[in-house]
């Protein structure tokens, strides 16, 4: 080695040693799972290793997804953005009906390329909903590796169930699946052996617990005290998903790895509570609605060693912080070009500031509008906004509209100017809205 050679060596050495320091981040998305399905929210359902997140770390109290729906809110994770601000406001509906440019837009960088820049092997196990033709699939979004489905929603049983939307390995159809939520657990727990000395990303969208419901008998033989055949499997549902949480968790003790990795878990959009008998606890309204029963969710993050254990955080948060937070954990530093629209909730999980993450935050989807500023909420099903104060009415009951006129119209204005950086959806809602193919509640 010459002394160029030697320098050259002696530079590159600490970067190896950072890059050996990465910690991995695995976000865990559950489906149409509601405010009050989780344990550790009150729900009357056992989810003892997800709940074990909340005891090794941060729950969130006050936690909202960017929509009230599968896609528009996955698009919004994967970018950091405010899906609106680049189009992509509904679902697309089936892959036989969707627009030919249905997907998230190629402009867009989604997260797992913002972890490949930083150079981490990225893995994603489950629901895509983000495109179905080739330039928006996973793998060239910047997974190295997907196993899963582009669609909206699976046969839990079945890999043929629907010929346009199969199961695939990379860009190869999967013939046979057992249970998907197993795989998907399977899956990512064979991503982690695989990459435990290199720094990993995954992400790991079950589609538990969205319909259809499917349960296989070993997970609903654990509940013979439910007699309503829908919720004993919605129960088994949850418990695999559960149980898929705990493996993967177990997985990252037994290889040292759990002070080493963020974890965070969370579900994209409220309960439709008809369609799989989920619960959104005292909220109003469900999924796909604005109210809160529709953006508001369990949402929980463990770092051991670097956020508090057992800590519970009430300021108001949107999933679009998660990319910056992992991002920040990662070492990496967002630019703004990046036009990110989450925060870094680090500090925040910290106790390094008190103050609240966001000032505001904003909705639209479709006629319907919705705005925070603090416990205020402004809300719009489509007709006259209503003001509610969620400090004292978190079930949206007590209109302020009428007492609280000046705020009300401070409020609009606000949302009106964010909804400036709005554009026209890419394209319309194809599939009906809702509470899934069962008849919609009146909100
Ligand atoms: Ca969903």
């Known amino acids: ?7 050259s060596a002696l530079a590159a050495a600490p970067l190896v040693r950072a890059a050996d320091n990465k910690p991995n981040v695995i976000v865990i998305l559950a489906d149409d799972l509601g405010w009050g399905d989780i344990g550790c929210y009150g ?10 997140i909340a005891e090794n770390g941060t729950r969130f109290t006050d936690a ?13 994770l994967m970018t950091g953005r405010y899906q609106t601000h680049f189009g992509h406001e509904f679902n697309p509906g089936p892959a036989e009906q969707a627009v030919e440019n249905f997907g998230l837009p190629l402009a867009e960088t989604a997260m797992p390329a913002r972890f490949k820049a930083l150079g981490y092997r990225t893995g994603m196990f489950g629901k895509w909903h983000l495109g179905y033709r080739e330039p928006y699939r996973p793998m060239r979004r910047g997974f190295d590796e997907f196993y899963g489905f582009l669609g909206g929603a699976h046969s839990y049983t079945d890999a043929n169930a629907d010929s346009a939307n199969p199961i695939y390995r990379g860009d190869t ?7 998907t939520t197993d795989e998907f657990t399977r899956e990512a727990v064979s991503f982690i052996e695989r990459n435990k000395d290199n720094p990993f990303f995954i992400y790991l969208p079950y589609n538990a617990v969205h319909t259809p419901m499917h349960a296989l008998d070993k997970y609903t033989a654990r509940f013979p005290k439910i007699t309503d055949p829908q919720r004993r499997l919605y129960a088994g549902m949850t418990a695999a998903l559960d149980d898929g949480v705990g493996a993967v968790l177990t997985t990252l003790d037994k290889h040292k790895l759990t002070n080493k990795t963020l974890v965070v878990f969370f579900t994209d959009n409220g309960g439709p509570t008809l369609a799989n008998t989920s619960r959104n606890g005292p909220l109003r309204g469900y999924k796909a609605q604005v109210w809160e029963g529709g953006l508001r969710v369990p949402f929980i993050v463990q770092w051991p060693g670097q956020i508090p254990k057992g800590k519970v955080f009430n300021h108001p948060i949107i999933a679009l912080d998660i990319l910056p937070t992992a991002i920040a954990a990662a070492g990496g530093t967002p630019d703004a070009s990046w036009k990110l629209d989450g925060v870094n909730l680090l500090p925040h999980m910290q106790g390094k500031t008190k ?8 909705w639209r989807f479709g006629r319907q509008y919705a705005m925070r500023e603090g416990d205020w909420k402004l809300v ?6 209503m003001l509610f104060n969620l400090a004292k009415d978190i079930g949206e009951k007590n209109d302020l509209s009428a007492q609280e006129k000046d705020r009300m119209r401070a409020m609009s204005a606000a949302w009106e100017e964010w909804n400036k950086k709005n554009i026209a959806p890419l394209w319309q809602p194809r599939a009906a809205a809702g509470q899934g193919k069962k008849k919609k509640k009146k909100a």
């Open 43 to 52: 729900s009357d359902l056992p989810t003892p290793n997800i709940d074990s």
């Open 64 to 76: 909202h997804v960017s929509c009230p729906y599968c896609s528009p809110t996955r698009a919004g």
């Open 173 to 179: 159809k999967v013939d046979k699946v057992d249970y």
């Open 355 to 362: 103050a609240a993450p966001h000032a505001r935050l904003f």
């Open 380 to 385: 719009s099903m489509g007709e006259a906004p």
């Open 1 to 7: 080695m010459n002394r160029r050679q030697f320098l």
